[in-house]
């Protein structure tokens, strides 16, 4: 074993890593040390820098519990205390296997062994404490200034269900105290707004855990905001020249064969269901069928382009380890979209689209973005000369519209390359939503042709489009980016009206009425409770405006109000009545 003293620099740029991943990747090492010193017998995996922090993976007999944590963080402390070196060595295969099979690391002997027999194999050591790892790290232990660990979790070896469970410890490091707090107080921040804990304090949505985990059930209340979501959606859709289609939940499996499903994404497509002889498949996405109306549609380059536009209900085999609330879910509803054109047309309508999703998102208060264009990776299909055009033409569009955009090198679909458009929220988090793909395949596949200006047949070129992404997705991302007090355009009760006493329970009837013939929605609260409890009441569901009505107001035909932000008034009904549509006129 040759102590190997590469520079610092050397190995940043030969793994890409950053100067925060780097402290990150030590402190993962340092808490594998501190796990191994407090709880004997326990076994390494990999234990990775991530965006927010690091984790490592234990295969441990006794399991891990918040006092653990707390036992182990306090253990960090004193190995970073002693500053130890940390230092790098390099070993052939068989001596790296030799060294941990003694080590009892059977865990790091197997991902060894699946490395080419020539490859030189590198570990990391401080104190006493050695472990297999590519780097790069910080000089010593003493660098590694602010520590949290933060949760314990379970998580299969190397990501296969088949595998032994094993426990997950997930921490985070900075390079200063001051950054560390920061941080954590963004994860309380973030915590108070999880989507699954105010979905269920709000009453908007419930998974159904015992009889269909990753499938969501939408109650009345997140229903409610559904509906507004998708007139919202068709109306500009209608705007933007789309048609509007419905297609069936399930084919024969012979479709999901000729779209090349079957062949590319078949570990993600629930198992065929025999019907009369033949199997059927539940649909995992709405494009094939677009492909054959499409195909009974368009005869001439004359009729292109055509968009078609649909709120497509899809089924996709997610492991349930990666169930997540809304975000990641076994049945969702795209707000698909796929757009068929000439080459000729293929840029305008991508400048088109470009449009409408920035448009649309910041309609829902999103003005920070980042721009992706992913281009073609190892594994693809289709002509150089078609990944060219496209390429060109999504590269042309962001630049005709002055988007400030990344390459993202090797990272397009197997069809064709493709724009990614982040969002950021409150807290500055990224969520990828919108997205424009070129596709070349699917009109291959599916023999699409159109008779061209000049006589001959050609294929129209394919786009796939997404501004949502999921209805399902999407609305998880509102809950936390409102933290469940939506804007009175979006919120499920719009205005709640508390009665003072039983003398005006009819003016409140009256007013709930004419708001619901201005297609508003209010609730009432006429309890005979105090106005202080019916107003917290009010404030927890976190209904935008409380409209107070007692006897006077009942006289004066007026209304007293709060909103949720706390801002008081008195206005005579139908001047209320018009501030509300104002508001909602403004998405406000």
């Known amino acids: 074993m040759n102590e190997h003293n590469l520079s610092q620099q050397e190995l940043d740029e030969t793994l890409n890593y950053s100067p925060l991943q780097r402290l990150r990747h030590s402190a993962a090492h340092i808490m594998a040390d501190a796990v191994q010193q407090l709880f004997k017998g326990t076994r390494l995996t990999i234990g990775p820098a991530i965006e927010m922090g690091f984790y490592y993976d234990f295969d441990a007999s006794h399991s891990f519990s918040e006092e653990d944590l707390n036992k182990i963080e306090a253990k960090m402390k004193e190995i970073i205390q002693q500053d130890l070196p940390f230092k790098r060595f390099e070993m052939t295969r068989s001596e790296a296997v030799e060294r941990f099979k003694k080590l009892g690391e059977n865990y790091k002997v197997e991902i060894i062994q699946a490395l080419p027999a020539d490859v030189v194999i590198t570990c990391y050591q401080h104190g006493d404490f050695i472990d297999l790892c590519r780097g790069p790290h910080v000089k010593s232990t003493g660098e590694v200034k602010a520590i949290k660990l933060l949760s314990v979790a379970g998580a299969y070896w190397r990501g296969d269900e088949k595998n032994k469970m094993l426990q997950r410890i997930y921490g985070t490091a900075f390079a200063s105290q001051q950054a560390l707090d920061e941080h954590l107080n963004f994860l309380r921040e973030a915590e108070a707004r999880d989507h699954r804990k105010l979905g269920k304090d709000l009453e908007l949505f419930a998974s159904m855990e015992s009889e269909g985990p990753g499938l969501i059930l939408w109650l009345p209340k997140g229903a409610r905001i559904r509906r507004v979501l998708e007139d919202f959606w068709r109306d500009r859709h209608a705007q933007e020249g789309y048609e509007l289609v419905f297609t069936p939940h399930l084919a024969k499996l012979d479709l999901w064969k000729t779209s090349g499903h079957v062949e590319f994404y078949k570990e993600n497509m629930f198992a065929p269901m025999p019907v009369e002889g033949q199997d059927y498949e539940i649909k995992p996405m709405n494009c094939p069928f677009h492909v054959r109306m499409v195909n009974m549609l368009v005869q001439s380059y004359r009729d292109l382009p055509v968009r078609l536009a649909e709120l497509g209900t899809v089924y996709r085999y997610e492991r349930s380890g990666v169930l997540h609330g809304l975000l990641r879910v076994r049945g969702f509803t795209q707000d698909d979209a796929h ?227 706390g801002e008081q008034g008195r206005l005579a009904l139908n001047d209320f009545i018009l501030k509300l549509k104002q508001e909602i006129g403004k998405k406000q």
């Not at 000369?385 to 993202?408: C, P, V």
């Not at 719009?494 to 003398?503: E, F, G, M, R």
Request: hydrophobic share 40%; net charge neutral.
């Open 339 to 565: 757009l068929f054109c000439t080459p000729e047309q293929l840029q305008n309508e991508v400048i088109k689209v470009l449009i409408f999703v920035f448009s649309f998102l910041r309609t829902f208060g999103f003005e920070d973005f980042e721009v992706f264009l992913s281009t073609r990776p190892q594994k693809s299909v289709g002509s150089d000369e078609h990944w060219e055009l496209a390429t060109a033409s999504l590269k042309g569009a962001l630049e005709d519209q002055k988007i400030a955009y990344k390459i993202d090198p090797g990272e397009g679909v197997f069809y064709g390359p493709k724009i990614d458009i982040k969002i950021k929220d409150v807290l500055n988090r990224s969520w990828q939503c919108s997205t424009i793909q070129v596709d070349f395949n699917n009109p291959e596949r599916f023999d699409m042709q159109y008779v061209a200006e000049d006589g001959s047949r050609k294929r129209p070129i394919m786009i796939h489009r997404a501004l949502m992404g999921s209805l399902e997705r999407f609305f998880g991302i509102l809950i936390e980016h409102y933290a469940g007090a939506f804007p009175l355009w979006l919120a499920p009760y719009q205005v709640k009206l508390l009665a003072v006493n039983t003398q005006v329970h009819d003016y409140a009837l009256e007013i709930r009425d004419l708001l619901l013939q201005e297609n508003m929605r209010p609730t009432l609260d006429l309890r005979e409770e105090k106005l202080g409890l019916k107003i917290r009441q009010a404030q927890l569901e976190k209904v935008p405006y409380m409209m107070v009505l007692g006897e006077k107001e009942k006289a004066a035909r007026e209304v007293s109000f709060r909103t949720l932000k």
